[in-house]
């Protein structure tokens, strides 16, 4: 059973860069045909799709962020990361990391984390 | 704005039938037989409950089923109980460049 884990800070400055982990366990992150990805929620909303990182380090983004955040994935510790620069308010959601199948649809998702931007 | 029209809301009485309804366009739905919906209880991590517009995952009751016509899809579920209350979120596959697109989510009260 895959299991997914975010770690990071749960409060970001404006105009700071939000860094988020997730660990994966019970699975290999280099086990082909999965996208590793990132997914968030505004309180109350729906959810956005943020982009995925392949095991390559190939990568895929949101074009209404694509400006602003990378996706990279590091192999010796079966974990990927998020990186959204210059954030705002707007930013204010829970981020979701996720593993992704081709089609875009998700077999399995981390359990959260709240990430607040305030000063 | 979600990218997916789903209303806002859904109501039913226990034993009843639901269909939650997800409207897109000839880029996403319309175009690939990529839906899924999820269901996400307050607090909690979505759950895939179908995928490719009507597969059920394993340990998915087959009260749950989905359904797709033009650039709406929709899930029906059946013999609701009182644990199906939840949000349930629609999604699509959009191409290689949008790759993923969300509805807004429908609450659904039992």
């Known amino acids: 059973q895959v299991q997914l884990q975010e770690s990071g800070p749960g409060l970001v400055k404006p105009s700071q860069t939000l860094s988020l982990t997730c660990t994966v366990s019970?699975?290999?992150?280099?086990?082909?045909?999965?996208?590793w990805s990132w997914i968030r929620q505004e309180a109350g909303k729906g959810l956005e799709w943020i982009g995925y990182?392949?095991?390559?380090?190939?990568?895929n983004y949101n074009p209404s962020l694509k400006s602003r955040i990378s996706v990279s994935v590091d192999t010796s510790k079966n974990q990927f990361s998020l990186k959204l620069n210059s954030v705002t308010a707007a930013d204010t959601a829970v981020y979701y990391c996720a593993r992704e199948l081709s089609s875009g649809q998700i077999d399995y998702w981390g359990q959260g984390i709240l990430v607040t931007v305030s000063s | 704005q979600s990218a997916l029209t789903q209303p806002r809301s859904v109501s039913g009485s226990p034993g009843q039938s639901v269909t939650i309804s997800c409207t897109g366009s000839s880029s996403d739905v319309g175009s690939y037989d990529y839906v899924s919906w999820y269901q996400q209880r307050p607090g909690k991590a979505p759950k895939l409950m179908i995928y490719d517009v009507t597969k059920r995952p394993s340990g998915v009751p087959d009260r749950f089923s989905g359904s797709k016509s033009g650039n709406t899809a929709s899930l029906t579920i059946s013999g609701l109980q009182a644990e199906d209350e939840a949000d349930y979120h629609c999604?699509?596959?959009?191409?290689?460049?949008?790759?993923?697109?969300f509805g807004g989510g429908t609450k659904l009260t039992v």
């Open positions: 999604s699509s596959y959009a191409g290689t460049y949008t790759f993923v697109v």
């Open positions: 019970g699975g290999s992150i280099i086990s082909g045909g999965y996208f």
């Open positions: 990182s392949y095991y390559s380090g190939s990568t």
